[in-house]
């Protein structure tokens, strides 16, 4: 499979087509298929029994088969194709010996997770719009409205609030262009800090977006695992230890700090609230404290996850709520600040008339 093809392969096994093949994969092994044979009876499903190999969902199953045969599990077959929180979930699942229930739940992962994402997507779109048509007013106003003043009334002449907005226009006339590079290269900054930056200064950081944000999905991810590996039969040990062997530098860091309290002895919510990292947040990690000294913890766990992640994607609007209101006043403030310059310009050649 070329570059391309795996593109395209990874763009189809989204959203209702990668629950159908998963449901299909965990109908097969309800019924007593083992997995080689789950994944030879799809492939020939998907590639018309061998007609047409090239069709993506065929390519990506014999990835999956090619994997298999090498030695790896399903979940590690199955890297770079599904979630972080899915391939956790199923490893769990394949461990314990309930790879069909691990792989409904890895389906209720990529349906919170999906959840979350459309909330910030959402979230983030209105402010970005309100950058645009703030970006848009000042270079209509630098570009348009100041040099059609200035052939009326010379710029030298203008006084209070025409003169300081002249003085912005002359600026972004002149380092718009180099501003505009050095936010595009600050936004990518940012997006490749996401999953890498750690250490003192991310502590932070997590309280602002987009680093909030990301902390929030990267929360729902531990959760969505923890609650997969718990279900299946794994212990809380091994299974951070798991999510050691997948996760980014800053899903590491605080994996490990939560390990680090756990060898000491504390319970899964002490060690969450001791590492120090707010991680996912330190209601949940009280939470998760109380229920973990007491019988049917998993049960316990499942309805504390699926009530965090409902509850995340409303932290997650509002993160992208803040960002809308200072765009919002941002634009507001634009647009109050060119009505009075316009204003006063107009009296200014009234009386320059006279």
């Not at 969505?224 to 809380?236: D, Q």
Request: no cysteine; glycine share 8%.
């Amino acid at each position: 499979m070329n570059a391309i093809e795996r593109f395209f392969a990874k763009s189809t096994f989204s959203g209702q087509k990668k629950v159908r093949i998963l449901r299909q994969i965990q109908r097969l092994i309800n019924a007593g298929v083992p997995i080689t044979s789950t994944l030879d009876m799809l492939w020939k499903l998907y590639s018309r029994k061998g007609k047409k190999p090239k069709e993506p969902m065929a390519q990506m199953i014999r990835e999956w088969q090619q994997r298999l045969n090498q030695g790896k599990s399903l979940a590690e077959s199955m890297n770079g194709w599904v979630s972080i929180p899915e391939q956790m979930i199923i490893e769990a699942g394949e461990q314990s010996d309930k790879l069909a229930t691990a792989l409904d739940d890895a389906l209720h992962a990529e349906g919170a997770g999906r959840g979350i994402r459309n909330a910030i997507l959402g979230g983030l779109a209105y402010p970005f719009a309100l950058f645009m048509a703030l970006v848009g007013i000042l270079w209509g106003f630098s570009h348009k409205i100041v040099p059609t003043f200035a052939t009326i009334l010379p710029p030298e002449k203008w006084t209070g609030n025409a003169a300081i907005m002249y003085s912005i226009s002359q600026f972004i006339v002149d380092w718009l262009p180099l501003i505009g590079m050095v936010i595009g290269g600050a936004f990518t900054a940012m997006l490749l800090s996401l999953p890498i930056l750690t250490g003192p200064v991310r502590r932070y950081l997590d309280y602002l977006p987009p680093w909030s944000i990301y902390k929030i999905t990267q929360g729902a991810s531990f959760m969505i695992a923890m609650r997969g590996f718990v279900s299946a039969g794994t212990t809380v040990p091994d299974a951070l230890r798991n999510m050691l062997k997948i996760g980014n530098p800053y899903f590491k860091e605080r994996v490990s700090g939560i390990l680090a309290k756990i060898n000491m002895g504390r319970n899964l919510g002490e060690a969450m609230l001791e590492a120090g990292y707010n991680f996912p947040d330190n209601e949940i990690s009280g939470e998760v404290s109380v229920y973990a000294e007491l019988d049917d913890f998993d049960v316990s766990l499942d309805i504390l996850a699926k009530e965090w992640i409902n509850g995340s994607v409303q932290k997650a609007r509002n993160a992208a709520k803040l960002m809308n209101n200072v765009m919002l006043f941002a634009v507001a403030a634009a647009v109050a600040g060119i009505a009075t310059t316009m204003f006063q310009l107009q009296d200014q050649i009234a009386n320059a008339v006279k």
